[in-house]
């Protein structure tokens, strides 16, 4: 059992600059992370309880967005402490209630939470965001105002990266090997508006098809408060041989739920934040479920415990 808790964080500044033209326009913005966590890891490969008490910058970037007319818009992301663009896509707003959006973005999977925090090193963050399958990675977004927003999304799809994966698909745990037989993961999403309440659910099928993502929650927003409950579940199923000899799926699921809510106060924001994460692996027959981290293996449940304040002016 892992429990974390995170106590302060703060968020940067955006400037605005605009030309005399009203159609092109440039936003700078920046965004910063202090986080001060308090870690119980569970078991240690020597049965020992792991705590620690640490500092952290979990994020330091630089944001630019602008628009080339008023149809066509676009965004960069740059994380300065990893050195690396993050995100960088152009969005197309072909009528009022049609837009496609090209390039690296935040794909639509794992629910509410995985839609408003900012990125994966966020300090207010879900247990279950790691297993996340689809960080930020090319994709073609379709997005269309109908009983709210519904999107079909194209996405360069996943496949394990571990060093015994060959480019002709050997030794690989996905079924989408590096370099033959790749096809694009498809995600759907559709949000729906009643008034302050906004229901979400979203699927994605991905690795070729024998994967999958399902999530479910369900969006409160007014000028006080703005909260959310999510549910996700994650079936991945990795690219294993059966007794015989044959390919066969074997099924590793992760299933994951998180409560937040924050309180509107001027520039400074109190939230609280519960998630958990429960991990079903897959094991061989007659093998032994993994139950802890001993001997190094995934412990089989997490939970974040959250509650502070972060400042933001925009």
């Given at each position: 059992?892992?429990?974390k808790?995170?106590l302060?964080?703060i968020?940067?500044?955006?400037?605005?600059?605009?030309?005399?033209a009203?159609?092109?326009?440039i936003?700078?913005?920046g965004?910063?992370?202090?986080?001060?966590?308090?870690t119980?890891?569970?078991?240690?490969p020597?049965n020992?309880q792991t705590?620690?008490t640490?500092?952290?910058?979990r994020?330091?970037k630089?944001?630019?967005?602008?628009?080339?007319s008023?149809q066509i818009?676009w965004?960069?992301?740059?994380?300065?402490?990893?050195?690396?663009?993050e995100r960088y896509?152009l969005?197309?707003?072909?009528?009022?209630d049609f837009?496609v959006?090209?390039g690296q973005?935040?794909?639509?999977t794992?629910?509410?939470?995985?839609?408003?925090t900012?990125?994966?090193t966020s300090?207010?963050?879900?247990?279950?965001?790691?297993?996340?399958p689809?960080k930020?990675?090319?994709?073609?977004?379709?997005?269309?105002?109908?009983?709210g927003t519904?999107?079909?999304?194209f996405?360069k799809?996943?496949?394990?990266?571990?060093?015994a994966?060959?480019?002709q698909?050997?030794?690989?745990?996905?079924?989408n090997?590096?370099?033959?037989q790749?096809?694009?993961?498809?995600?759907f999403?559709w949000?729906g508006?009643?008034?302050?309440?906004?229901?979400l659910?979203?699927?994605?099928?991905?690795?070729r098809?024998?994967?999958?993502?399902?999530s479910?929650?369900?969006?409160?927003?007014?000028?006080?408060?703005?909260?959310?409950?999510?549910?996700?579940?994650?079936?991945?199923n990795a690219?294993g041989?059966?007794?015989?000899?044959?390919?066969?799926?074997?099924?590793?699921?992760?299933?994951?739920m998180?409560?937040?809510?924050e309180?509107?106060?001027?520039?400074?924001?109190?939230?609280?934040?519960?998630s958990?994460?429960?991990?079903?692996?897959y094991?061989?027959?007659?093998a032994?479920?993994?139950?802890?981290?001993?001997?190094?293996?995934l412990?089989?449940n997490?939970?974040?415990?959250?509650?502070?304040?972060?400042?933001?002016?925009?």
């Amino acid at each position: 059992m892992k429990l974390k808790s995170g106590l302060f964080s703060i968020m940067g500044l955006v400037l605005p600059l605009e030309s005399a033209a009203t159609a092109a326009q440039i936003e700078i913005g920046g965004e910063y992370h202090f986080s001060l966590f308090n870690t119980n890891d569970g078991l240690n490969p020597e049965n020992l309880q792991t705590k620690e008490t640490d500092m952290a910058i979990r994020a330091a970037k630089v944001a630019l967005r602008g628009a080339l007319s008023d149809q066509i818009t676009w965004n960069v992301l740059y994380q300065l402490d990893k050195r690396e663009l993050e995100r960088y896509w152009l969005t197309n707003k072909l009528t009022d209630d049609f837009e496609v959006s090209i390039g690296q973005q935040k794909i639509k999977t794992y629910g509410w939470h995985r839609r408003l925090t900012s990125s994966a090193t966020s300090p207010v963050r879900g247990a279950y965001l790691d297993k996340n399958p689809f960080k930020d990675v090319l994709a073609v977004d379709f997005s269309y105002k109908l009983a709210g927003t519904l999107s079909l999304t194209f996405v360069k799809d996943y496949f394990d990266t571990e060093a015994a994966c060959t480019n002709q698909g050997t030794g690989c745990k996905s079924w989408n090997p590096k370099d033959v037989q790749k096809q694009p993961g498809i995600v759907f999403e559709w949000i729906g508006a009643f008034g302050p309440v906004q229901p979400l659910v979203q699927y994605a099928s991905y690795d070729r098809g024998h994967s999958s993502i399902v999530s479910a929650g369900v969006r409160y927003k007014s000028d006080l408060i703005d909260s959310h409950l999510d549910f996700t579940q994650d079936t991945r199923n990795a690219k294993g041989l059966s007794p015989s000899g044959e390919a066969e799926d074997q099924e590793n699921k992760f299933t994951g739920m998180v409560v937040y809510a924050e309180f509107k106060g001027g520039n400074y924001t109190p939230y609280v934040h519960y998630s958990t994460l429960e991990s079903d692996l897959y094991a061989a027959p007659a093998a032994k479920k993994v139950e802890t981290n001993k001997d190094g293996q995934l412990d089989n449940n997490e939970g974040t415990l959250s509650a502070g304040v972060f400042f933001e002016n925009w």
